[in-house]
C-alpha cells in the first residue's frame, strides 16, 4: 500500500474525513486535499510526521510502501527491550512529563551508582 491507500485506510477506519484529519494533525485542509490532487512526492517530513501521530501509526508505516501493519513500531534496541519500553512510556508523556523523565535520568547517571562498569580501553582509548 502506497502512502494515500494508508491515509485512505487510517480515516475510514477512524471515520474521519479529509477535514478532520486537518484538525487532528494541524497540517492544512488544503495541503492534505493536495495530496491526491498533486502527488505527495515532496511532501515535508514535518507535514508526515504530524499526520502520523494524529492517525497513531508510526511514520515508517505511512512513509514504506512495504510495511502493511498499521500497528509497526520501529525499535530502537534490539538487544535491550527495556530501551523500547522507555521509549513507549516516554512517547505518552506530555512535554513536562517528559522533562521530568530526562531530569530524572540524569540524576542518576549523575549519581554514578547505576551506571554500567565502563569499558576497559588500551592505551588510545580505543577499546583494545
Do not use: C, W
Request: without cysteine; hydrophobic residues 35%.
Amino acid at each position: 500500500m502506497n502512502f494515500l491507500e494508508k491515509l485512505d485506510y487510517m480515516m475510514d477506519k477512524m471515520s474521519i474525513n479529509k477535514s478532520k484529519l486537518s484538525a487532528m494533525s494541524g497540517v492544512p485542509y488544503t495541503t492534505i486535499d493536495g495530496f491526491y490532487k498533486k502527488g505527495y512526492a515532496n511532501t515535508k517530513m514535518s507535514t508526515i510526521r504530524k499526520i502520523a501521530a494524529a492517525l497513531d501509526v508510526s511514520l515508517d508505516y505511512l512513509i514504506d510502501d512495504n510495511i502493511t501493519d498499521e500497528y509497526f513500531r520501529f525499535t530502537i534496541s534490539d538487544t535491550d527491550p527495556q530501551i523500547d519500553e522507555l521509549v513507549r512510556n516516554a512517547e505518552q508523556l506530555n512535554a513536562q512529563g517528559k522533562q521530568k523523565l530526562v531530569d530524572y535520568s540524569d540524576d542518576l547517571v549523575a549519581s554514578g551508582k547505576y551506571q554500567k562498569a565502563p569499558l576497559h580501553t588500551g592505551e588510545d582509548g580505543s577499546g583494545a
